[in-house]
C-alpha cells in the first residue's frame, strides 16, 4: 500500500494525463484513461477514477477468465465499503483486533474482519440497533455520505440559504452529511440546480465509490499513516526508537541517518544517540519488504540538542505512563497516540503536549489530566502561528474515560470528543479554556455515567458543547463564555438525576442520531427562563417531571432549530414534536412559549399537566390528550390557565379519553389570540361515558366577540352529537359554569 503523499500525486498525474474533468451524474469525471479492467473502457465516464481507485489498491476488482473485471454498475456492499475506506485512509495498523465481534452477524473469520472493526472503532459507522452490521447489505447514498464525513471529521456546516438537493430535505437524518458531501464538491447530485436532486436511498454503485473517493481524497488532509516517526528523547546518551506506522510486527528494514547520511551499522529499530551528534539532524530510514512496498520512507527530522527536554512520542501506550515528569516537560506527538485498554496515562501539571497537524490522542483506557490554574497542561500544532490546520484533539473511545481539569488547547477540530459507537465508560472535563477550535470545544456521543463539562471557555466555529448521554445530570453541564456563532449548548439524550440547565441558549435533541431529549421517570428537569432549541423531527419526552418557569418580559420559549435570528431556513409549524407527556410524567409550565411544533403537548397517559399564563403558537395543532386508563382508575386533572393558542393551523384542542368527566380538563383561554378558524374542539371516547362539563372558558374583556361557538365542537364517530343544551362548553365570559 502506497502512502497518502503519494496517492495524492499519483491522483495529481492521472488527472494530468487524462486531460480535463467532465461533469455527469453525480459530478465531473476524467475520461479517456486505460484502465485495468476489462469491463471498463478507456471512454467509460469514470474511467479515471477507477484507474486511481486501482493503483492505490484501494480496488483490486473481480478474477476472471480473461483478466479482472470491476462491475462498475454493482452496488456496493457493506462489508465491501469497509475495505475501500479501510485502504483509502492508508490500511493503518488495527492494534488489539478483538477475538469477539462487535457485530452478531460479523465472525471473526470475516474476510473483512479486520477493515470492519476498525471502521467501528473510528466511529465511521455504530452498525444497527440489533446489533447487525449487514455485511452483505447494499450502501446506500445517504450512507455513504456519512461514512466520508466521519472518515473526513468533516464539520456540519451551517444550514444553507437554498438547499442543495431539492429530494433531502433538512428534516433528513443525512442531511448535514449530504450538505456537507455537495460544499466539499465529493457530490453535485443529478441535474442541474435549482432541480437537482441526490438520490439519498439508491444504492451507492461501484463506479460512483470510484468518484466519491477520488474526489474526497483531494479534500481529506490526514497524513500518512506508514511514515516513520522518531521516539523518545533526542539528547546524548539516550537511546531513541522507530515507530514504524504500521503493525510492529511487520517486517521492515531500518537505516537511521545523519543529516540524510547512512550512520554506520545503525540497522535495528533503536538507536543511542552520540555526542557527536549534537547539532546535526536525526532521521530514520524504513523499507518495507513487502511485495507491494513501494519506495522506502524517511521520517522528519530532528535537531540533535546537548540537552533535551521534550519527549517525542507515538502510537500504542501499553502499561502505565506519566508525561511531564522527570525533567521533561514538552511532549510532541509525532503520530496518533493510542492508550490501550486497562492502561492509565497521567498528564503532569504544567506539561505542553506539541502535535502535529491531523494527530490526535485515542483513549481507550484512562486519561487523568489534571492540570493548575498556575500550571495548565497545554497543546496545540507545532510553529502555530505560521501552519494552515487543526490537530485533531483528545478523542476518548468507548469504554475510555477522561478525568481533565485546567487545560489550555488550541488549535484543534475538537478539544476533546468522546466518540461513537458506544459510550465512554466516564467524562469529566473542567476549568478549561480550549480556543480556536475548528468545531467543537467538547463533543460527547454517550457515557455510562453522567457527564462533567464545567466552566468551558474559549472560541470555537461550531457549537462550542455538544453532550449527549443516556445518563445526564443537567446541573453539571455549564459553560462559561465561548465565542461562536452557534447556539452556547447543545444537549440531547436521558436525564436521569434531578437537576437544572444554566439560564441561557441551549439547543437540546443534539444531531440527527442524538433522539429527543427524554426526563425520566424518578428525575425532575428544571428549565429556567430563556431560549431552548430543539432539533428538527424530534421532541422533549417527559415520563418524570418537567418544571419550565419563565420570567416577567423573559419567557422559557420552546422551539424549532430554525427559529432562530437570521437563520436563512424558515421554519414550518411540524420542525418538532412538542412536549410529550407520557406513562404518567407530570408537566408544569409558566410563562412558556411553545412554537413551531406539529404539537404543542401531547398527553399520553400522563399524571398531570398544568400550563398557566403561557401560549402555544404556529402548531398544527396546540393540544392533544390521549388516555387509556380504567374506568374506575384515579383521574388526573389537567389544567390550562390563561393560555394562548394562536396560528394553529389544525385542531386547536383534542381531547381523547376512556371517559370524560367534570373539570378533568380546564381551559382558560385568552380569546384575543384564538383564532376563529382554528377553535375547534374534538371530544373522543365511549358515548356511555362521556359526562359534562368538561368546559373551555373563553376569558376577555368583550366576551361577546370573543366566543367559543359551541355549533362548531367536532366529536369523533363513536361519540354520539351531543344536544345543544348541553351547555357544558360555557361561551360567556368570566364567572362561574351556568348549570346544563
Known sequence: MVGRGARVLTRIVTALLVGALLTAGSGGS???????????????????????????????????????????????????MAAFLYR??????????PTTSPYVDVPTTHVFFKEIVWLQREGITTGYADGTFRPGQPVLREQMAAFINRLAEGPVPPLPAQLPFVDVPVSHVFFS???????????????????????????????????FLFRADGVLQTPDPMEPVVVGVVAPGRTVAVDVGSDPDDAVAVQW????????????????????????????????????AGEPETSAPVLVEATSTTLRVAGTIDEDTTWGTDGIDTIAVGRDVLVAEDVTLTIAPGTDLVVEIQRAIEVAGSLVALGTAEQPIGARIPFEGDQDGFWRGVRVLPGGSIDASHLSFGSAEIGVAGVFPGPVASFSVQDSL?????????????????PVVRNINGSTGLSPVVVRSSNLDPSLIRVNRVSTSRDPILI????????????????????????????????????????????????????????????????????????????????????????????GGELDLTRTVIRWASTGITGDDAGRISVVDSLIRTAHQAVELRDGSPLDGPWPEHTFV????E????????VERARLLTSEVHFEVVPSLLEADHASVVLAGTAAQVRLPVWVRAVGTDPARHLVDVTRLEQSNDVPMLPEKACGFVTTGAGPAPAC
Open 30 to 80: 476524467a475520461s479517456g484513461q486505460t484502465t485495468r479492467f476489462t469491463d471498463v473502457s478507456p471512454n467509460h465516464v469514470f474511467a479515471a477514477e477507477i484507474a486511481w481507485l486501482a493503483d492505490q489498491g484501494i480496488s483490486t476488482g473481480y478474477a476472471g477468465p480473461s483478466g479482472p473485471s470491476f462491475q462498475p454498475a454493482a452496488p456496493v456492499l457493506r462489508e465491501q
Open 88 to 97: 483509502f485512509a492508508g490500511s493503518p495498523a488495527v492494534n488489539g483486533v
Open 177 to 211: 452529511q449530504i450538505q456537507w458531501l455537495s460544499e466539499q464538491g465529493i457530490s453535485t447530485g443529478y441535474g442541474t440546480a435549482p432541480n437537482r436532486t441526490f438520490a439519498p436511498s439508491a444504492p451507492v454503485l461501484r463506479e460512483q465509490m470510484a468518484a
Open 257 to 292: 541517518l545523519i543529516d540524510g547520511q547512512p550512520v554506520a551499522g545503525a540497522t535495528t529499530r533503536s538507536y543511542t544517540v552520540r555526542a557527536a551528534d549534537v547539532g546535526h539532524q536525526l532521521a530514520v530510514q524504513v523499507r518495507r519488504t513487502s511485495p507491494d
Open 434 to 450: 480550549l480556543d480556536d477550535m475548528r468545531d467543537h470545544a467538547i463533543y460527547l456521543a454517550d457515557s455510562v455515567t453522567p
Open 492 to 583: 440531547g439524550g436521558t436525564v436521569t438525576t434531578s437537576g437544572s440547565f444554566e439560564n441561557g441558549v441551549v439547543g437540546l435533541g443534539v444531531g440527527p442520531a442524538s433522539g429527543d431529549l427524554t426526563v425520566a421517570a424518578g428525575a425532575t428537569l428544571t428549565m429556567p427562563a430563556g431560549q431552548y432549541w430543539v432539533n428538527l423531527g424530534q421532541s422533549i419526552v417527559v415520563e418524570g417531571k418537567l418544571v419550565a418557569t419563565g420570567a416577567s418580559g423573559l419567557p422559557v420559549t420552546l422551539s424549532s432549530v430554525l427559529d432562530r435570528n437570521g437563520h436563512p431556513v424558515r421554519p414550518t409549524d411540524s420542525d418538532w414534536g412538542g412536549v410529550v407527556v407520557r406513562d
Open 642 to 645: 390563561r393560555t394562548s393558542f
Open 647 to 654: 396560528q394553529i393551523t389544525d385542531t386547536a384542542i383534542t
